[in-house]
């Protein structure tokens, strides 16, 4: 998975890429730092500026859907046609 940054301050604009154990760990390394940007007293991010990509995200979505709620975290989840299908 590659997510946006969801560090305060200069690190705005930077892409991360988060490794863990599983697709459940990721999910939830990945909401820590979306909601400690969020919830940062020095500069909060938007919600709007903070971006997350899955190569399958049909496979994340209900883990995403459940951490991010436990977090707290606003989401949009779009998924679109494999590129390969679009030829």
Partial sequence: S????????????RVEIVA??????E???LARRIKRG???ALAPLGPSE??????NLREAAP???EVFD???????????RP???TT
């Fill in 63 to 65: 883990r995403i859907r």
């Fill in 50 to 55: 903070v971006i997350v990509v899955f190569r």
């Fill in 38 to 40: 969020l919830t940062s």
């Fill in 83 to 85: 590129l390969a299908a």
């Fill in 70 to 80: 436990e977090f707290g975290i606003p989401y949009s989840l779009e998924v679109a």
């Fill in 2 to 13: 590659i997510g946006s940054s969801a560090l305060p301050g200069a690190d705005r604009g």
């Fill in 27 to 29: 999910i939830v390394e």
């Fill in 20 to 25: 863990a154990a599983g697709v459940q760990d």
